[in-house]
């Protein structure tokens, strides 16, 4: 695939969020909630937020005309219960707005919250899939503090069905939400460790977007400008995470992965790792960095001009064709390496299991766009290289 398109061919854009961007944006939020008529918000965050503190940062930001009610009760990998008892709490308390504070997994719960108060529902897995028809959510505003997912301005949330331990997403135009303040301040406490999966997560995104056959233009230019800044300042957010220049540069790099990725698609990285996360309950954000050079490896053949100018985005300065290829696969190993990501052998999966985790990673709706077209027997073959390393 040409790293160039043919723009005779249609393609959509739409970014219905309102974001704002930068240190001490946080000031902001009251001034928001306001704007969109809300006073008293369910703030969906999880008991890490709670822990750091940076709900009371939060609090503290709330003037006294806002009156917050708080659900903490989110897993790392949001549950359809969880879902189910915030939106019960959303309606029991009177509360007329959402506010989503955390990484992917409290914005994530907010906007199935959000589905389920706007159509009246009780089981959010009826919804899921890509365009179920819904009525618009209430006013919803989110706080990322990761620079990770880009929940904060995607239209999908992904969650976990406990009934059958597997992953699923609801996407429609109605999700995305209306506004999200990322202030980079808010990252600067993040552990290493969640910094390297988060960011290596949110160089996923760039990367699979940008490759996915789905891919359009103004989707590529994101993506390109999101693997430079992670690139550049990744390995400086991990080992100084008081810098805020690095922070801000995750946080924007995330920003635009999750744009990128809105309107192009993910692909067989997600699979597996949806797969991964629905069976073992693993970190969504662990699984997709580990498996990305592996992945990137195993489709290089069918994607080496956009490889090659991925490894520009990367300050490399590539060959053509297979070498230039090679040399983005090996920038994204080094990466790993330098925020020292675990094996895949460290997550101690199954082998007798993989057969089911590489049909459901084919049956995973993002199969499609990946660059090399994936049989259940391609998932098997990779599954089985990656244990072997």
């Known amino acids: 695939m040409s790293h160039l398109h043919n723009l005779l061919l249609p393609f959509s854009f739409e970014l219905p969020t309102r974001v704002l961007f930068g240190p001490g944006s946080l000031r902001e939020v009251t001034k928001e909630l306001k704007q969109l008529g809300v006073s008293k918000p369910l703030i969906v965050t999880d008991p890490g937020i709670v822990a750091a503190g940076i709900l ?4 503290e930001q709330l003037s006294g005309e806002i009156q917050a009610i708080i659900f903490s009760e989110v897993s790392p990998n949001p549950k359809d219960l969880n879902v189910v008892a915030g939106a019960n709490v959303y309606r029991e308390s009177g509360t007329d707005g959402i506010l989503a504070l955390g990484g ?9 919250i959000g589905v389920l108060v706007a159509n009246e529902a009780n089981d959010i897995r009826a919804f899921a899939g890509r365009g179920i028809p819904s009525r618009p959510l209430p006013p919803l505003l989110a706080i990322p503090t990761t620079a ?15 009934s059958q331990n597997i992953k699923f997403t609801v996407k429609n135009a109605y999700t995305a939400p209306r506004v999200a303040i990322c202030d980079p301040e808010l990252t600067t406490t993040l552990p290493p460790a969640i910094t390297a999966a988060t960011g290596m997560d949110a160089l996923t995104h760039a990367i699979e977007a940008y490759t996915a056959t ?3 233009p103004i989707s590529d230019a994101l993506a390109l400008y999101a693997i430079e800044l992670i690139t550049a300042s990744l390995e400086t957010a991990f080992n100084y995470g008081a810098n805020l220049t690095a922070r801000s ?4 790099g995330s920003l635009l992965a999750g744009m990128a990725f809105s309107h192009s698609d993910v692909a067989g990285i997600h699979c597996i790792a949806e797969a991964l ?6 970190p969504h954000g662990v699984c997709n960095a580990i498996i990305l050079p592996h992945m990137m490896s195993y489709c290089m053949d069918y994607c080496q001009e956009r490889y090659a100018r991925i490894a520009r985005a990367m300050g490399l300065l590539p060959d053509q064709g297979a070498a230039g290829a090679a040399q983005a696969v090996a920038k994204v190993q080094e990466l790993a390496a330098a925020v020292r990501l675990p094996l895949f052998k460290e997550l101690q999966v199954d082998p007798s299991e993989f057969p089911k985790i590489a049909l459901r990673s084919y049956e995973n709706g993002s199969n499609p766009s990946n660059p090399r077209p994936m049989t259940a027997d391609d998932y098997l073959q990779l599954l089985h290289l990656m244990q072997g390393v």
């Open 148 to 162: 990770g997912t880009g929940s904060e301005i995607t239209f999908s949330c992904v969650l976990n069905d406990t």
């Open 277 to 282: 996360g629905g069976l073992y309950d693993l």
């Open 214 to 216: 789905c891919a359009e």
């Open 249 to 252: 540069t995750m946080l924007m």
């Open 104 to 112: 992917g997994s409290p914005i994530d719960c907010a906007k199935g």
């Open 56 to 59: 009371d940062k939060v609090l």
